[in-house]
């Protein structure tokens, strides 16, 4: 997994203000490092404030997650408004993008046993026990994902039925207005709308 960055390193306080002006964007690389330097003078004098260049990955870095969680923030915003929520689309598309979220860190605890120097590979019982509660997280998501597809079939089941018995009152009113016999209802009902 590698060592941590420089800013995760930092004092909690300092980490979370270097969150803050990065994520509002309000001000410029050389002005954060400036304003760190003037609101936190003993760390400065300390040289345990991080660099231009840390500043600038780690902004990089978090730009990438706050991204993610926007996008993932819109297109919960778009299934609502476009599928109402009777069939619970936002559960369905959250559980999707947290299953791609487990299966991607997967791949990455492997990309970097695989590719680590002997100091940054990760402690075997430490990946075991990584994955095991990934394991048992994943489970719980197929369990979820299975229950809303047999809630998401059950909506659709009741959304047919409600439709067929709002057809054949319709239809039944329209007969007795045009004057049809039980036996030519009983053919719309069978033929057109398919009810047996």
Same mark, same amino acid.
């Given at each position: ?14 980490? @979370?203000?270097?969150? =803050?002006?990065? &994520?509002?964007?309000?001000?410029? #690389?050389? /002005?954060? !490092?400036?304003? %760190? *330097? ?50 619970? @689309?936002?559960?369905? =598309?959250?559980? &999707?993008?947290?299953?791609?979220? #487990?299966? /991607?860190? !997967?791949?990455? %605890? *492997? ?57 054949? &009152? ?27």
């Amino acid at each position: 997994m590698g060592r941590k960055s420089s800013i995760d390193r930092l004092d909690p306080e300092i980490k @979370a203000y270097i969150q =803050a002006m990065l &994520a509002s964007g309000s001000m410029t #690389l050389d /002005e954060l !490092i400036a304003d %760190l *330097q003037g609101r936190f003078p003993a760390a400065a004098t300390a040289g345990d404030l991080p660099s231009r260049s840390a500043v600038g990955r780690y902004g990089q870095k978090l730009e990438r997650r706050l991204s993610a969680i926007r996008a993932s923030t819109e297109a919960a915003k778009l299934i609502q408004a476009h599928a109402g929520d009777d069939k619970d @689309a936002r559960s369905e =598309a959250l559980t &999707a993008m947290v299953q791609t979220e #487990l299966f /991607e860190a !997967i791949l990455m %605890l *492997q990309e970097a046993d695989e590719q680590g120097e002997d100091s940054e590979k990760i402690d075997h019982e430490k990946r075991v026990e990584v994955l095991s509660k990934a394991a048992k997280n994943i489970a719980t998501l197929t369990r979820s994902s299975i229950n809303l597809k047999e809630f998401q079939a059950k909506v659709e089941e009741a959304a047919r039925r409600k439709l067929l018995e709002e057809q054949q &009152a319709n239809l039944q009113k329209i007969a007795k207005s045009q004057g049809m016999s039980q036996e030519q209802l009983d053919f719309w009902i069978k033929d057109f709308l398919g009810v047996r």
